[in-house]
């Protein structure tokens, strides 16, 4: 499966603006994609301000990702703000070639920004089945829960996406590595660039990491579209010869 990761500069609280950058960033790839992959809150950066550009699940980004999806017969995946039944949510969106969508909640709402004041928060785990691959796509706080991510499910790809500051962009890198190395799979995880109207800023660091914790593409802070392909039969009989996961604790979530 070929991924591609957009690592970007986001306009605040600017859909338009955003949706205009990735479909350019899309239209332009010369090498061909099976998933690609945006950051979080890619339509607006991450902001607190959800009143001034929540959208709804029939709204202008998730008929954007429908439509640009069934154009190039890829499949879609990165954060967007949704209002749904009087609450907000940080709402991954897993948008296939055919249209079809399938949603993951942010569960770890990031406190120190007081994430969980204003957004509710997510309950349960997406697994997602794509082209034989079987992948779990999570969002930026998540990262540093490793029991929530743990790979009771026998996934493939863990996909993280996110806005992560520059002040603990170390553990980001850290933090990928081990849970590729815990969790036996592939790991993506893509990160924004540049400042935010907060003045907090992103470095990137964008990147891919496989089974073994080794990169397939390396940490970068350069602005555009990366790709690697990921192997299957690699995957599997490196599991079968290691045999790590059979020895994992069972365990139950509250």
């Not at 079809?100 to 785990?125: S, W």
């Amino acid at each position: 499966m070929n991924i591609a990761i957009i690592q970007a500069p986001l306009q605040w609280e600017n859909p338009s603006a955003n949706r205009n950058y990735f479909a350019d960033k899309i239209n332009a790839m010369h090498r061909n994609a099976d998933l690609i992959v945006l950051p979080e809150m890619f339509t607006t950066g991450f902001t607190m301000n959800p009143n001034a550009i929540a959208e709804t699940m029939e709204g202008e980004t998730v008929q954007w990702l429908r439509n640009l999806a069934e154009k190039h017969n890829i499949a879609i995946t990165g954060s967007i703000i949704i209002k749904e039944n009087n609450c907000f949510y940080n709402r991954l969106l897993f948008v296939f070639p055919s249209g079809e969508i399938q949603h993951y909640d942010k569960r770890h709402l990031f406190t120190l920004a007081g994430e969980d004041k204003v957004y509710t928060a997510g309950t349960k785990k997406l697994i997602v089945d794509y082209l034989g691959w079987k992948i779990c796509p999570l969002v930026c706080y998540d990262l540093r829960f490793p029991v929530f991510s743990r790979n009771t499910e026998n996934y493939d790809v863990l996909i993280y996406v996110a806005n992560w500051p520059e002040p603990r962009i170390s553990a980001w890198d850290a933090l990928l590595k081990a849970r590729a190395i815990e969790n036996m799979c592939y790991v993506v995880g893509v990160n924004r660039i540049s400042a935010d109207h907060n003045k907090h800023n992103y470095p990137g660091h964008s990147q891919m990491v496989n089974y073994l914790g080794k990169h397939m593409i390396d940490p970068t802070q350069q602005e555009g579209v990366l790709m690697a392909t990921l192997d299957m039969h690699s995957l599997i009989e490196t599991r079968e010869k290691l045999g790590f996961l059979d020895d994992q604790d069972s365990f139950t979530i509250n």
